[in-house]
């Protein structure tokens, strides 16, 4: 059975992509900095706006917006998987036991899919930009979205569309559809 993604240009879709049997490779500054450093140089020559995003040790979540008349997402997802692969590899920062998998050029860093979701409405979007702030939260690793590092909540503070202390008086609820997306 092939899997079937849904495709439309211009669209805005809400990813999430996860580490090889969930290894905690991006527990690091160093390897957020080569994921960094691969998203943006994918987005040098495939454009996309990243609207909201989280890496976490194990996981990532990010929503984008693709440019108009351009649905391809996977390309961007494939070149910056194989980018940060090349990376992480070359510093060390991947376990030797990592590498057991070199299909499709994951060589044991990613899992081979990811989730895409194409984002329907305002109050779709507002609901999984919600996720991806609290997603730290939500796994213990922050007592608020302010607190994590490798986010864009704080570029939304600093944007005005969020407080300061959002998330963190009363955790914010967390979708059911959320729980999928780990």
Do not use: C
Not at 31 to 41: D, G, H, T, Y
Not at 75 to 80: E, P, V
Not at 99 to 116: A, K, L, M, T
């Amino acid at each position: 059975m092939r899997y079937r993604r849904t495709r439309v240009e211009g669209g805005i879709y809400f990813f999430t992509v996860v580490t090889h049997r969930r290894r905690k490779l991006f527990a690091s500054p160093e390897a957020n900095v080569i994921l960094r450093e691969a998203v943006e140089s994918v987005r040098a020559r495939h454009p996309f706006e990243t609207i909201a995003q989280v890496v976490l040790p194990d996981h990532l979540h990010a929503i984008w917006r693709l440019p108009e008349a351009d649905a391809d997402f996977s390309t961007r997802w494939r070149l910056i998987k194989s980018t940060a692969t090349r990376a992480l590899l070359g510093s060390g920062l991947v376990p030797a036991g990592a590498r057991v998998s070199r299909e499709r050029g994951e060589q044991g860093v990613w899992q081979r899919r990811y989730w895409e979701h194409l984002i329907r409405d305002e109050e779709d979007m507002t609901a999984h930009i919600d996720y991806i702030h609290l997603n730290p939260v939500h796994h213990g690793l922050v007592a608020a979205p302010i607190d994590w590092p490798h986010s864009t909540f704080r570029t939304w503070v600093a944007m005005g569309l969020y407080p300061a202390d959002w998330g963190s008086r009363e955790p914010a609820e967390v979708p059911m559809w959320g729980q999928r997306h780990e």
